[in-house]
């Protein structure tokens, strides 16, 4: 299973920034998909969660107003616009793939992608 984030990079406090991850080797559509974070000196954290079908999305409290997660199953890509971002959101971001449609299951992830929010 690869996959593949990209997206990440240094933006201000109150930016925004679009992660992306890409899915090509397995039937992507047949299974959950998630992103998970670790900060520095913390352990992995889960952001956010969305379904196979997509239809389901779900985020953690801390998040749940300025992230959305989204999927193209044609294009076996799951992303994750972030918005209004704060300095505690400085994390490696993972793109993870569930177990059929559970999203609380990381059966496998990708090597991440840094996000660091500061001024």
């Known amino acids: 299973v690869q996959l593949v984030e990209s997206g990440g990079g240094l933006v201000q406090p109150g930016g925004s920034l679009r992660l992306s991850c890409a899915a090509p080797?397995?039937?992507?559509?047949?299974?959950?998909m998630s992103w998970v974070r670790q900060a520095p000196g913390k352990g992995p954290e889960w952001v956010a969660g969305?379904?196979?079908?997509?239809?389901?999305?779900k985020m953690t409290d801390s998040v749940k107003d300025r992230v959305t997660i989204s999927r193209d199953n044609a294009r076996k890509t799951v992303s994750l616009q972030m918005n209004s971002l704060k300095a505690d959101d400085t994390a490696v971001y993972y793109c993870?793939?569930?177990?059929?449609?559970?999203?609380?299951?990381?059966?496998?992830w990708g090597q991440g992608t840094q996000v660091t929010v500061s001024s």
């Open positions: 969305i379904t196979n079908s997509g239809l389901t999305t």
């Open positions: 993870t793939k569930g177990r059929g449609s559970n999203f609380s299951v990381h059966v496998s």
């Open positions: 080797g397995f039937s992507f559509g047949s299974y959950a």
